[in-house]
């Protein structure tokens, strides 16, 4: 018979379970429009999304069965090196979408295996009725769990260092690349990681009910703030070019190789471009829009924009602010809204923000 309290666990785990499924279901036949002409530039990542979410089907035993030792010990399995695994595929098949980066599906599926090898052997066991004398074993589940805790804390270096160097040296707006959200996700990562941790180490099902909950709500959360997509390219504007991966950094000591006369003549290039063609009014140039109507290699344009100028980003919005103040000078009745949008700022809080930086520095 099935006591009240674990009554309430299996109830916490069905919450879990429809949340799961209510997401999967939203996420796939839902987008905004008209966002859903371009769905994988605007929604990159969406298949893995749904996958995830549906893997929490695998809990139905627990919920079902929670006083069940072989269903808990399937509980433990999902919540640690399971869902870890899950964090690290999204951060990876949505920010490894947007930077083209395909080199993280070969090493997931290598060390997805053995996550999803002790995933099933738990899912079998707790189907059977009944506690099976063979069962995964707690190292097994630290072990696996202290991986894929690394595995996931590697990812979300990468997408920080991502974020910090598109937001520098890529993009002329943070915008274009979701830098915002990408940190509010990566908190909301570690934050589900301390839950998971917690729930293993503890080894409660009623503080794993609590976890359930909370994960729920946090997956309503993420789905809620995904629903509009983060990137900023007008729809109407066709498909834009996504930026290839960083350059490795031999790439980018090309530069310093330059004679003085080809350097001179790169920087003539840059500044025609950028300063006397005002390529920087455009509120998304990107330094491969640069390199591009220079016509010179994108490594040597990074590399002397780098080291002539600050950067890419610094470089672009420095002339776009003083863009602002000459527009202002010389239409005293426009206002500051009309003066940002024509200087190549996405928006006048972005202004601000950069404003703001530049006058810290």
């Known amino acids: 018979m099935v006591t009240v309290p674990s009554y309430l666990y299996g109830l916490a785990t069905m919450v879990f379970i429809t949340a799961g499924l ?88 290598v060390i997805g295996f053995p996550v999803a090898l002790c995933l099933m052997a738990a899912f079998v066991l707790a189907l059977v009725p009944g506690d099976q004398a063979a069962r995964i074993s707690r190292v097994v589940l630290f072990l696996l769990g202290g991986i894929m805790t690394a595995v996931c804390l590697t990812a979300m270096w990468v997408v920080l260092r991502w974020a910090g160097s598109l937001d520098e040296d890529e993009y002329s707006n943070p915008t274009d690349f979701p830098v915002i959200f990408a940190r509010k996700w990566l908190g909301m990562v570690v934050i589900n990681i301390i839950l998971c941790w917690a729930g293993a180490l503890f080894d409660s099902p009623a503080l794993m009910a609590m976890i359930m909950l909370l994960l729920s709500v946090s997956s309503v959360v993420f789905i809620i703030t995904a629903l509009h997509p983060h990137r900023s390219w007008p729809v109407d504007a066709g498909t834009p070019e996504e930026p290839s991966s960083p350059e490795s950094p031999s790439s980018q000591m090309y530069h310093r190789n330059l004679s003085e006369k080809k350097r ?79 200087s190549g700022f996405s928006s006048r809080q972005a202004y601000y923000n950069v404003k703001a930086r530049f006058e810290k520095e």
């Open 22 to 109: 209510v997401i999967a279901t939203v996420r796939w036949f839902h987008m905004c429009r008209p966002f859903d002409r371009n769905p994988q530039y605007y929604y990159p990542g969406r298949p893995f999304v749904v996958g995830i979410y549906l893997c929490s089907l695998f809990l139905l035993p627990y919920a079902l069965r929670p006083d069940s030792a072989d269903a808990w010990n399937l509980a433990k399995i999902y919540f640690l090196p399971v869902t870890l695994y899950h964090f690290t595929i999204l951060l990876f098949s949505y920010f490894g979408t947007v930077m083209e980066w395909k080199k993280w599906r070969m090493p997931m599926v």
């Open 264 to 342: 001179l003549e790169i920087l003539s290039a840059i500044c025609c471009v950028v300063e006397e063609q005002e390529a920087f009014v455009d509120p998304h140039l990107t330094l491969q829009d640069v390199a591009e109507r220079s016509g010179y290699n994108r490594s040597y344009i990074s590399g002397l924009i780098k080291t002539e100028f600050g950067g890419f980003f610094a470089y672009i919005n420095r002339l776009r602010l003083a863009h602002v103040e000459r527009w202002m000078l010389e239409h005293p009745d426009a206002t500051i809204q009309e003066a940002v949008e024509v």
